[in-house]
């Protein structure tokens, strides 16, 4: 077999497999549609926790949540899936920090870091950063 033809079988075969996962719903990103999607969904992995209030990011790609116990709760979307956590101090690597409408988190968790958030507006980001900070503060 020339290597020219293995060469457009390998190309023809990887582009289908793409193709194939598209149109089977592999590439549908998953959203929150407002404050009552991230709350339910929050609430499947942690039915026991009290939310006060939720922050969902412009792009309804991530919400932070206010919680009874004092932790935040975070609703992330991965794919067409979303990952939750519920956040303690000790959690935090280092304080959160805003900026205009932007807010930057890191987490100690080697298997979600943290990331970078945008929401409507800086009144938003300041009000996610401080209740983080306030986590920080405490440890």
Do not use: Q, Y
Request: net charge neutral; no cysteine.
């Amino acid at each position: 077999m020339s290597l020219t033809l293995l060469v457009v079988m390998v190309v023809v075969g990887v582009a289908g497999v793409v193709v194939a996962v598209h149109l089977t719903g592999g590439s549908v990103r998953a959203r929150l549609a407002d404050a009552d999607a991230a709350r339910s969904r929050f609430a499947v992995d942690f039915p026991d926790l009290d939310i006060a209030r939720v922050h969902l990011t412009a792009d309804g790609d991530a919400a932070f949540l206010a919680l009874g116990d004092g932790r935040v709760g975070i609703v992330k979307a991965v794919g067409d899936r979303f990952l939750t956590r519920a956040v303690a101090g000790a959690d935090l690597s280092g304080a959160p920090r805003a900026t205009d409408s932007t807010l930057v988190l890191r987490l100690r968790d080697f298997t979600w870091p943290g990331g970078v958030f945008t929401f409507a507006g800086p009144d938003e980001a300041r009000a996610v950063e401080r209740l983080l900070a306030a986590l920080h503060a405490r440890g």
